[in-house]
Nanobody
Framework: QVQLVESGGGSVQDGGSLKLSCAIS????????MGWFRQTPGKERELVAS???????NYSDSVRGRFTISQDNAKNTLLLQMNTLKTEDTAVYYC????????????????????WGQGTQVTVSF
């Protein structure tokens, strides 16, 4: 089990920057992938960025080149640096994690994120 708490959301003008943080506690050493998702009312939650245990990153097309996901292992924190924000980036942002699960006799990283934070609101206005 891991516990996730996001912070750093807020209001910013179009073109501005914000940095989101996700404090991670619990079974930290068994995390195999971490991610940031976002959701707006009436829409599906979408993956924004993710990072695996070997630091492989993945970004949605809409944020690639503007957002950067990183991990501060010393502080057990997942970060999302968001630059050149646009009004369409307005959403509730969620931190998520996968931990290894035992499949018969092998530990595997599951396909779905199973642990979630409570979310933090990001609002971008003109």
């Amino acid at each position: 089990q891991v516990q996730l708490v996001e912070s750093g959301g807020g209001s910013v003008q179009d073109g501005g920057s914000l940095k989101l943080s996700c404090a991670i506690s619990g079974d930290i050493f068994n995390t195999c992938e971490m991610g940031w998702f976002r959701q707006t009312p009436g829409k599906e939650r979408e993956l924004v960025a993710s990072v695996t245990h070997d630091d492989t990153t993945n970004y949605s097309d809409s944020v690639r080149g503007r957002f950067t996901i990183s991990q501060d292992n010393a502080k057990n924190t997942l970060l999302l640096q968001m630059n050149t924000l646009k009004t369409e980036d307005t959403a509730v942002y969620y931190c998520a994690a996968k931990i290894y699960v035992l499949d018969i006799d092998v530990f595997k990283c599951p396909t779905d994120f199973r642990f979630w934070g409570q979310g933090t609101q990001v609002t971008v206005s003109f």
